[in-house]
């Protein structure tokens, strides 16, 4: 029997897991680092949700499925504040579009707990 361990994603690690998921988001992190240090809503909230609409905007399928599926991880294997900040920073901030057509888009990717997590939203 393989004992397989599955990470955990804390809280106070979201910025870097995010940059080493997305090293192109790097950039942006460091000549901002006094507004994003140790803030991971605001990154994930003005840089990762902004990263998101360019992809959409670009059609940009395969790293759309690669969002959504770390999104999802994020769900599945993070610590309760991981995933609180996943769905408010990214979920609720993709909720509140106001271009209907992008929502309709990114609703294709979701995993279970995305879905729901955007339901939830207009509940």
Do not use: W
Request: proline fraction near 2%; include cysteine.
């Amino acid at each position: 029997m393989v004992n397989r361990r599955i990470r955990m994603y804390r809280y106070n690690e979201t910025i870097k897991i995010l940059i080493n998921k997305f090293p192109e988001l790097e950039k942006i992190y460091v000549e901002n680092i006094d507004d994003y240090e140790g803030l991971p809503y605001v990154f994930y909230e003005s840089v990762f949700v902004k990263y998101i609409l360019d992809k959409v905007n670009s059609n940009d399928d395969d790293v759309l499925k690669e969002i959504f599926s770390f999104v999802e991880d994020m769900f599945v294997n993070g610590d309760d504040e991981t995933k609180n900040l996943i769905g408010v920073a990214v979920v609720e901030s993709l909720y509140y579009e106001e271009n209907l057509k992008f929502k309709e888009i990114i609703q294709r990717y979701f995993g279970e707990l995305t879905k729901k997590s955007y339901e939830d939203c207009f509940k």
